[in-house]
């Protein structure tokens, strides 16, 4: 479709701002070390750090089995995500000498790049079909690498670009918040655990003993939120095998620890040392706060990171533009 060619206007009792809206291929724009400061001064990495803070104030205090809103597009996402975890049932590990990288996840993670439009569309109204192209360019770079078959923050960091867009276009609302974290997200790990385990996947970028974790960092963040005021589940807790199995249903900080625990071996001090210390923290509003700092400067400072992270109209590399 040429650039001025978009979809007729829907009936005007719709919410239409981003009809009028050119939208585009994302593309990289941080191509060097010193391009960094173009990115922390965009509209894109204030809008970022805006829905991770804003999502971490909506699920605050709350359990992942509390009674919230479940909307259309948030089903429909989730359906999305049922898609892919079938489409790994269907592409078992093929045989191979190295053991680690399964080639099987290419031909898994092939079928995603030809389908991500077709299931984008399914999520996103009629009247928004023109911006399924831009947003679809993130849910493709959500899943991991297919060349270095690895997967890590930055890839989980395009999993919430691509979840922002959505909010951006009018597709996600405010009162959606909730389910955007407890059911979207956290199916979304759910199937990125399954990848990881099923073909091997590396961890890309990986800190090793010094990471907080090896693939994942945001449901740290918006789990400790979660546990902000616990009457009786403290920091020190999540160290103890007996609370994370009595409680990680209800707290996604504690299934991404029970998850650690299943893949590692040896003493928590030893394999997450990150995690250990921060088990030390007196209080889950100074391990949410940490964590935020810590998100900022490990991931979202870091080049290695960011060199890969795609801009569009949607989250622009231009300045933030006041008012």
Same mark, same amino acid.
């Given at each position: 479709?040429?650039?001025?060619?978009?979809?007729?206007?829907?009936?005007?009792?719709?919410?239409?701002?981003?009809?009028?809206?050119?939208?585009?291929?994302?593309?990289?724009?941080?191509?060097?070390?010193?391009?960094?400061?173009?990115?922390?001064?965009?509209?894109?990495?204030?809008?970022?750090?805006?829905?991770?803070?804003?999502?971490?104030?909506?699920?605050?205090?709350?359990?992942?089995?509390?009674?919230?809103?479940?909307?259309?597009?948030?089903?429909?996402?989730?359906?999305?995500?049922?898609?892919?975890?079938?489409?790994?049932?269907?592409?078992?590990?093929?045989?191979?000498?190295?053991?680690?990288?399964?080639?099987?996840?290419?031909?898994?993670?092939?079928?995603?790049?030809?389908?991500?439009?077709?299931?984008?569309?399914?999520?996103?109204?009629?009247?928004?079909?023109?911006?399924?192209?831009?947003?679809?360019?993130? &849910?493709?770079?959500?899943? *991991?690498? $297919?060349?270095? !078959? /690895?997967?890590?923050?930055?890839?989980?960091?395009? %999993?919430?670009?691509?979840?922002?867009?959505?909010?951006?276009?009018?597709?996600?609302?405010?009162?959606?918040?909730?389910?955007?974290?407890?059911?979207?997200?956290?199916?979304?790990?759910?199937?990125?655990?399954?990848?990881?385990?099923?073909?091997?996947?590396?961890?890309?970028?990986?800190?090793?003993?010094?990471?907080?974790?090896?693939?994942?960092? &945001?449901?740290?963040?918006? *789990?400790? $939120?979660?546990? !902000? /005021?616990?009457?009786?589940?403290?920091?020190?807790? %999540?160290?103890?095998?007996?609370?994370?199995?009595?409680?990680?249903?209800?707290?996604?900080?504690?299934?991404?620890?029970?998850?650690?625990?299943?893949?590692?071996?040896?003493?928590?001090?030893?394999?997450?040392?990150?995690?250990?210390?921060?088990?030390?923290?007196?209080?889950?509003?100074?391990?949410?706060?940490?964590?935020?700092?810590?998100?900022?400067?490990?991931?979202?400072?870091?080049?290695?990171?960011?060199?890969?992270?795609?801009?569009?109209?949607?989250?622009?590399?231009?300045?933030?533009?006041?008012?």
């Amino acid at each position: 479709m040429a650039e001025g060619e978009r979809q007729p206007p829907p009936d005007s009792s719709e919410e239409t701002p981003p009809a009028t809206q050119n939208f585009i291929i994302p593309k990289k724009e941080i191509h060097t070390v010193p391009d960094m400061g173009k990115w922390k001064r965009s509209q894109a990495y204030a809008d970022y750090i805006g829905f991770i803070l804003t999502l971490n104030e909506g699920v605050k205090g709350k359990k992942l089995t509390f009674d919230y809103r479940v909307s259309e597009t948030i089903e429909k996402l989730v359906a999305l995500l049922d898609t892919l975890d079938r489409w790994i049932d269907e592409t078992p590990p093929v045989d191979q000498p190295s053991r680690f990288g399964n080639k099987a996840y290419r031909t898994w993670y092939a079928k995603l790049d030809q389908e991500a439009e077709n299931l984008v569309a399914t999520v996103v109204p009629a009247h928004l079909a023109a911006a399924v192209p831009e947003v679809a360019v993130y &849910l493709k770079e959500a899943v *991991g690498n $297919s060349t270095r !078959i /690895d997967y890590g923050t930055g890839h989980e960091a395009a %999993f919430a670009a691509f979840l922002c867009c959505l909010c951006k276009i009018g597709a996600l609302r405010v009162d959606d918040q909730v389910a955007i974290v407890f059911k979207v997200f956290d199916r979304y790990l759910e199937v990125m655990r399954k990848l990881q385990k099923t073909y091997r996947m590396e961890p890309a970028g990986s800190q090793g003993v010094w990471g907080l974790d090896d693939f994942q960092f &945001l449901p740290f963040i918006w *789990g400790s $939120s979660q546990l !902000i /005021d616990h009457p009786y589940l403290e920091p020190r807790h %999540f160290v103890d095998e007996k609370a994370v199995n009595e409680n990680h249903k209800d707290y996604m900080f504690l299934e991404c620890i029970l998850f650690i625990t299943e893949m590692k071996t040896g003493p928590f001090a030893e394999h997450s040392n990150q995690l250990w210390n921060i088990s030390a923290v007196p209080s889950w509003s100074k391990v949410n706060q940490g964590l935020i700092r810590m998100y900022k400067a490990e991931c979202l400072e870091k080049f290695p990171v960011i060199q890969h992270f795609k801009f569009g109209s949607l989250l622009p590399i231009h300045p933030v533009t006041s008012g």
